[in-house]
């Protein structure tokens, strides 16, 4: 008989890449999960390590035998979820991870919803970036995750993972008063290639979005000031140091002579942003309510929704 825990070890090196991660991610030393590996590997009679130079990988058979704990673990989680379901009305723990923005602006007033509307449901929340949010997804840390798309999320057909587009947030303009462009009613990003920009800092996302619309745009931005926070960037541009891109679901600060102006033209810049749970999570009675609270939010929410045609 395979001891399950010794799978799960096992399935762990294969998404954090290193036995030392693995064991870190379900709180053991890294001796006792190499342990599990070895004693998994003797009742398979096959190797599941492979050394490569000081580190290891998974061997041939362990990828096949992942492949099969994956599909076992979805399909519990399914069996989970029609069980739940036979209970009626939403109840228990349901733990959600999401950005700062989406915290302040969805899951939390969702909380307050979610309380009223299911009163045996209790919701926690917890701040994670993408990257951090699945592997909480995949350590069962975390039951709904809202993520941004990036190239750096698991592939669509990763089969750990079901995710939902809930909504895309277009980028506004954002200028200081008196600005030239600040009394339209929308501009064009070719009409600012002269202007100096406030962006993201290297290997933000922020950054990325911007370079790649104002390249479509054809011109590459003048940049006069980089951060990390939205605060930040939005204070630069109130300092009049340039013009920035910032995401219409972003809350900028009250006190600051600032104007947003919608981006019009085939280049309007959008984040996608998706509700992320383990496969077979989704169908969780917890799950399907909160969706539906928070799908009613983002269609209440002024600007975001449906990712216009033809737009990226």
């Given at each position: 008989?395979?001891?399950?825990?010794r799978?799960?070890?096992?399935r762990?090196?294969?998404?954090?890449g290193?036995?030392?991660?693995?064991?870190?991610?379900?709180?053991?030393?890294?001796?006792?999960?190499?342990?599990?590996?070895?004693?998994?590997?003797?009742?398979?009679?096959?190797?599941?390590l492979e050394?490569?130079?000081?580190?290891?990988?998974?061997s041939?058979?362990?990828?096949?035998l992942?492949?099969?704990?994956?599909?076992?673990?979805?399909?519990?989680?399914?069996?989970?979820?029609?069980?739940?379901?036979?209970?009626?009305?939403?109840?228990?723990?349901?733990?959600?991870?999401?950005?700062?923005?989406?915290?302040?602006?969805?899951?939390?007033?969702?909380?307050?919803t979610?309380?009223?509307?299911?009163?045996?449901l209790?919701?926690?929340?917890?701040?994670?970036?993408?990257?951090?949010?699945?592997?909480?997804?995949f350590?069962?840390?975390?039951?709904?995750?809202?993520?941004?798309?990036?190239?750096?999320?698991?592939?669509?057909?990763?089969?750990?993972?079901?995710?939902?587009?809930?909504?895309?947030?277009?980028?506004?303009?954002?200028?200081?008063?008196?600005h030239?462009?600040a009394?339209?009613?929308?501009v064009?990003?070719?009409?600012?290639?002269?202007e100096p920009?406030?962006?993201g800092?290297?290997?933000?996302?922020?950054?990325?979005?911007?370079?790649?619309?104002c390249?479509?745009?054809?011109?590459?931005?003048?940049?006069?000031?980089?951060?990390?926070?939205?605060?930040?960037?939005?204070?630069?541009?109130?300092?009049?140091?340039?013009v920035?891109l910032?995401?219409?679901?972003?809350?900028?600060?009250?006190?600051?002579?600032?104007?947003?102006?919608?981006?019009s033209?085939?280049?309007?810049?959008?984040?996608?942003?998706?509700?992320?749970?383990?496969?077979?999570?989704?169908r969780?009675?917890?799950?399907?309510?909160v969706?539906?609270?928070?799908?009613?939010?983002?269609?209440?929410?002024e600007?975001?929704?449906?990712?216009?045609?033809?737009?990226?």
């Open positions: 008989m395979i001891d399950l825990r799978l799960h070890v096992l762990a090196i294969a998404h954090h290193t036995v030392s991660g693995a064991a870190k991610a379900l709180h053991m030393s890294t001796s006792a999960a190499s342990q599990q590996i070895r004693l998994l590997a003797k009742d398979l009679g096959v190797p599941l050394p490569v130079g000081r580190g290891v990988r998974l041939s058979a362990a990828q096949v992942i492949a099969h704990i994956d599909a076992i673990e979805a399909m519990w989680r399914l069996a989970e979820a029609e069980l739940q379901a036979t209970e009626g009305e939403p109840s228990g723990m349901l733990r959600l991870c999401g950005f700062p923005t989406a915290i302040a602006t969805l899951l939390a007033p969702l909380v307050d979610a309380r009223d509307r299911h009163p045996a209790e919701l926690r929340l917890r701040e994670a970036e993408a990257s951090e949010s699945f592997d909480l997804l350590a069962g840390e975390a039951d709904l995750a809202l993520v941004e798309a990036t190239p750096d999320n698991p592939p669509p057909e990763d089969i750990r993972f079901d995710a939902q587009t809930v909504f895309n947030d277009p980028f506004d303009l954002v200028v200081p008063g008196g030239w462009c009394d339209g009613e929308a064009d990003l070719r009409e600012l290639e002269r920009w406030i962006i800092v290297p290997g933000s996302m922020h950054r990325r979005h911007v370079l790649t619309a390249s479509n745009a054809g011109f590459r931005p003048t940049v006069h000031g980089e951060a990390r926070e939205w605060n930040v960037i939005a204070v630069m541009v109130a300092h009049k140091m340039g920035a910032i995401p219409r679901l972003v809350d900028l600060p009250h006190h600051l002579d600032l104007v947003r102006v919608p981006v033209g085939p280049f309007t810049p959008f984040r996608h942003f998706r509700a992320v749970t383990l496969r077979g999570g989704a969780r009675p917890s799950v399907a309510a969706m539906e609270i928070l799908n009613e939010q983002v269609r209440a929410a600007g975001i929704g449906p990712l216009p045609e033809n737009q990226s």
